[in-house]
């Protein structure tokens, strides 16, 4: 038999800048009836491709193969808002300025093994595959908010701190075998079977900052959690042939899925 390796990695750096400005005014007898931000932001992205596989020969009828393919993607972003309230006479009221530290780091990979072999010579084939992933992810979003007044005075009573985190993790296998039969020289027959397995969970917990406590606090309010399982089974049949210049087909499949989420 013959061996076949291969093997691929690939870098990415990706630095990004951002500047925003929005104003909006309200109807009404309002104090502060205009709303005057800007923003700007920068990101670091960077991202890590690992693929690794194999193929082997059996004979001149079926060869195997596996592979492996990783990837690793850290990231953050720094955003800086700006946020004043100003009177009917333009005037500045208020003042808040927000720094965002958003940090995210993620991490998944596939693996999987393949088949193929020629049954006879008359050119039936069978195709089996199965892969397996995973894909996780951290993210933390840290936001420190200060009050100032109209002469640009902090008022630290009304200084606020907040975490979130929002980590998701999913996976998937999915096994698939295929059948060809050509059927004399002008018609072929396929079919298959398809399975495919799949798990997500989202998390989202939100932590308000207890300057008394000094420590963040879990708020239960906007904190919640999800998991969603789904599994699919699927069947399938076609028929290709000619008659004359003119070539059909006709199918059939039938799909079973069921599902699960809380």
Do not use: C
């Not at 808040?96 to 008359?122: C, H, K, P, Q």
């Not at 398809?194 to 939100?206: D, E, K």
């Not at 399982?229 to 799909?255: C, D, F, P, V």
């Amino acid at each position: 038999g013959n061996w076949n390796f291969f093997t691929n990695y690939n870098y990415q750096y990706r630095q990004t800048y951002f500047l925003g400005e929005t104003l909006r005014n309200l109807r009404g007898d309002m104090v502060s009836p205009t709303l005057d931000q800007d923003f700007n932001s920068i990101d670091y992205r960077t991202s890590h491709l690992l693929r690794l596989g194999i193929d082997y020969s059996i004979n001149n009828r079926g060869t195997v193969g596996a592979f492996i393919n990783a990837n690793y993607r850290p990231g953050v972003r720094n955003r800086t808002y700006d946020i004043r309230h100003l009177n009917a006479a333009a005037s500045l009221d208020s003042m808040f300025v927000r720094d965002l530290r958003d940090e995210n780091e993620s991490f998944n990979y596939e693996a999987g093994i393949n088949f193929a072999y020629d049954l006879d010579t008359t050119g039936q084939k069978i195709f089996a595959t199965f892969t397996y992933s995973e894909d996780e992810r951290e993210r933390f979003e840290f936001i420190d908010q200060i009050f100032l007044s109209d002469l640009l005075i902090e008022d630290p009573t009304k200084a606020e701190r907040e975490l979130f985190e929002r980590p998701w993790y999913n996976r998937q296998a999915i096994a698939q075998i295929d059948y060809e039969n050509p059927v004399g020289s002008k018609s072929k027959l396929e079919a298959g079977y398809r399975g495919t397995f799949s798990f997500r969970n989202r998390l989202q917990r939100f932590n308000e900052f207890d300057f008394e406590l000094n420590d963040y606090v879990l708020n239960d309010f906007f904190s919640n959690e999800f998991d969603f399982t789904e599994n699919i089974h699927a069947l399938y049949a076609i028929w290709q042939s000619k008659a004359g210049k003119l070539g059909y087909q006709a199918g059939l499949r039938a799909e079973y899925t069921g599902t699960l989420g809380y």
